[in-house]
Every structure is written in structure tokens, then in C-alpha cells.
């Protein structure tokens, strides 16, 4: 686990690595898993992985409550789309 903590969609949640803040932020602009993969040059299932394990640490069971979730946690609102 990386000594370095990250903000996640610049609000209150942290993140334990700079890859899992990347997704976050990606993820929040509405981008998809193939589509973060791509941009950030990694396999669909390395972006999955890291989403798991940012649905455990936001306590969420689907991509639309980790976005809504994130979205709290930097003070935004969850407009409820996807």
C-alpha cells in the first residue's frame, strides 16, 4: 500500500493508490471500464479490479451508487446518469 493518499473526485474520500484515484476520476466523467482502460493504457480487467476494490472502500454494489457516492463525498450532486 502506497504511504501517499489520494483524493478522490476532490472530495472527502481517499483512496490507498494514485491508480485507484485515476479510475475515480475517470469513472467520474461518466467514462466506461473499456474506455479508462484505454485512456490509461491498462487491461478492462486491471480497471475492474481497481473498481472492486473502490466499491468495497465506498461501501457500493453497482457503478451507479460508487459515482453517486463519490459524488457526495466531493460535495456534488448525483444527477443519475450513466
Known amino acids: 500500500m502506497s504511504g501517499k493518499r489520494a ?3 476532490q472530495g472527502n ?8 484515484a ?16 484505454s485512456k490509461l493504457f491498462i487491461s478492462r ?3 475492474e479490479w481497481h473498481l472492486e476494490n473502490l466499491y ?4 457500493a454494489r453497482t457503478k451507479r451508487q460508487a459515482i ?11 444527477r443519475g446518469t450513466l
Open 7 to 9: 483524493k478522490i473526485c
Open 13 to 20: 474520500v481517499r483512496s490507498d493508490t494514485w491508480r485507484e
Open 22 to 37: 485515476q479510475i475515480a476520476a475517470l469513472l467520474c466523467r461518466g467514462l466506461t471500464t473499456s474506455e479508462i482502460a
Open 45 to 47: 480487467r486491471t480497471v
Open 56 to 59: 468495497l472502500k465506498l461501501g
Open 68 to 78: 453517486s457516492r463519490l459524488a457526495k463525498a466531493s460535495g456534488g450532486e448525483d
